[in-house]
């Protein structure tokens, strides 16, 4: 069984339409999570941040944490075209370079 | 300000062949990754290093090699290429006070 589970998608939305994106865990350890977006040939970069459980919004991302349920969630709000692309959550535990564990990553397109 | 560069972007080897991957960064980052993505599994940890004249095994190290013989540079080296080690790889490095990894572009290596 892998630490963190992510459904790949793809996941198909019209324009305008909220969308839920989800990870699972399975290492109570883990207390920063991450949500990466990857549009294609590109490399990941930083979406949301979170230390432990809770929300965290920005514009028209939010990021929950529930940490009782080892799962987390990203929100996107008002869903753009240019909000195509492959979502990663990642976490990692505390310590010096601890290693981050991400997910498969799920497909997102949102069409006009 | 560049971030984190990775030369080549593409690159085509035969079985047997060697080859080294470059990574720099201008974001005075203590630590280096470097990442391998495949679809259905993510991306996974190769080598990482803490700081200039480190190096650490991560989760895949096995045929390949690293070195940080300057704080900026990460080098990924392939002895010998094997058709496994078709991929796309990614270079990370880390602002260890936010705990945030940034990503370069990626190289894409086919190894036939």
């Known amino acids: 069984q892998k630490e963190v589970e992510q459904d790949p998608g793809p996941l198909s939305v019209p324009e305008g339409a909220i969308v839920s994106l989800n990870c699972t865990y399975s290492?109570?350890?883990?207390?920063?999570f991450m949500w990466y977006r990857q549009y294609s040939r590109k490399g990941p970069e930083l979406l949301m941040y979170?230390?432990?459980?809770g929300n965290k919004e920005d514009g028209r991302f939010t990021a929950q944490v529930d940490k009782s349920s080892k799962y987390i969630s990203l929100f996107i709000r008002d869903s753009q075209p240019s909000d195509s692309a492959t979502y990663l959550c990642?976490?990692?535990?505390?310590?010096?370079?601890?290693?981050?564990?991400f997910g498969t990553g799920t497909r997102l397109q949102v069409t006009l | 300000n560049a971030g984190v560069t990775q030369t080549p972007k593409f690159r085509v080897l035969k079985t047997g062949q060697s080859m080294t991957l470059l990574c720099a960064q201008d974001?005075?980052?203590?630590?280096m990754y470097w990442y391998r993505q495949d679809p259905g599994m993510g991306l996974r940890l190769i080598h990482y290093?803490?700081?200039?004249?480190?190096?650490a095994k991560g989760e895949v190290p096995d045929g390949y090699n690293v070195s940080r013989l300057k704080k900026q540079n990460f080098l990924l080296g392939l002895e010998s290429a094997a058709p496994s080690q078709t991929s796309v790889y990614f270079c990370?490095?880390?602002?260890?006070?936010?705990?945030?990894?940034?990503f370069g572009a990626g190289t894409r290596l086919s190894v036939l």
């Open positions: 990642a976490m990692r535990r505390t310590g010096t370079a601890s290693k981050l564990t």
């Open positions: 290492n109570s350890a883990f207390q920063y």
């Open positions: 979170t230390y432990s459980s």
């Open positions: 974001m005075n980052h203590e630590y």
């Open positions: 290093s803490v700081g200039e004249g480190t190096t």
């Open positions: 990370a490095t880390e602002d260890d006070r936010k705990n945030i990894q940034y």
